[in-house]
């Protein structure tokens, strides 16, 4: 399966700042997509990052709040913006190779906002 | 909409023991079906995946029969080990690859 990296792994932000993460894949990958897991939680979708176009959010989840870019098709970044304490989770990225490979993840952001 | 419940937890065993942790979905269509596991401190991994009716997936000793008629994808293991420690996540797709998880299961085995 592909190797997927993913920086920073962990950090620790003051509110009202805003952090981007990057999810970076070892083999071109049609799907990537960003997952949030909140504390002792199971994983909620946050959106579909596309290739050379704005992403799709899920239900509960704006641009305005996790902008998200996919240049290629290696590469995805997700911003949390104007972080609030309620924003520390684990952030991860997922990818597959086409509409029918299964989602294989990357080992995430560990995210805290004081 | 979609959705997948599991047993609750945490469930603690000791090694060797029998492992079964329960899986249900909800489905209007026909999903592909996952079991992923999270060691601490790691992101997920896919432990193994059945894409139709009466197909078994298996991996590492660990297997789930994906069952139509009930709607379940019940995750066993013959004898577990210690670092079996883990939580573990049932997940279905159908479509458009949006993963939809169960609330997690933590298991501990103890030696």
């Known amino acids: 399966s592909a190797v997927i990296s993913q920086k920073p792994s962990r950090d620790i932000c003051q509110r009202g700042t805003s952090l981007t993460i990057q999810c970076q894949v070892d083999?071109?990958?049609?799907?990537m997509f960003w997952y949030r897991q909140q504390p002792g939680q199971s994983l909620t979708l946050i959106a579909t990052?596309?290739?050379?176009?704005?992403?799709?959010?899920e239900s509960g989840f704006v641009i305005d709040k996790f902008p998200i870019s996919r240049p290629n098709l290696t590469f995805s970044t997700l911003t949390v913006s104007n972080m609030s304490p309620e924003d520390s989770s684990i952030y991860l990225c997922?990818?597959?190779?086409?509409?029918?490979?299964?989602?294989?993840f990357g080992d995430g952001t560990r995210l805290s906002i004081l | 909409g979609d959705s997948v419940t599991q047993m609750e937890g945490p469930v603690t065993l000791s090694e060797e023991a029998f492992l079964t942790i329960n899986c249900t979905y909800t489905?209007?269509?026909?999903?592909?079906l996952f079991w992923y596991v999270q060691y601490p401190g790691e992101g997920l991994q896919l432990l193994l995946k059945?894409?139709?009716?009466?197909d078994k997936g298996s991996n590492k000793g660990f297997e789930a029969t994906y069952r139509k008629e009930t709607t379940s994808f019940h995750l066993e293991k013959g004898s577990v080990q210690v670092s079996d420690s883990a939580v573990y996540f049932c997940?279905?797709?159908?479509?458009?690859?949006?993963?939809?998880f169960g609330q997690g299961t933590r298991l501990t085995i103890n030696p």
């Open positions: 997922s990818v597959a190779r086409t509409e029918n490979q299964p989602q294989h």
């Open positions: 083999s071109q990958v049609t799907m």
């Open positions: 990052a596309n290739q050379g176009s704005e992403a799709t959010y």
């Open positions: 489905a209007t269509g026909y999903p592909s």
């Open positions: 059945a894409t139709k009716a009466d």
């Open positions: 997940a279905l797709t159908q479509g458009a690859q949006k993963l939809v």
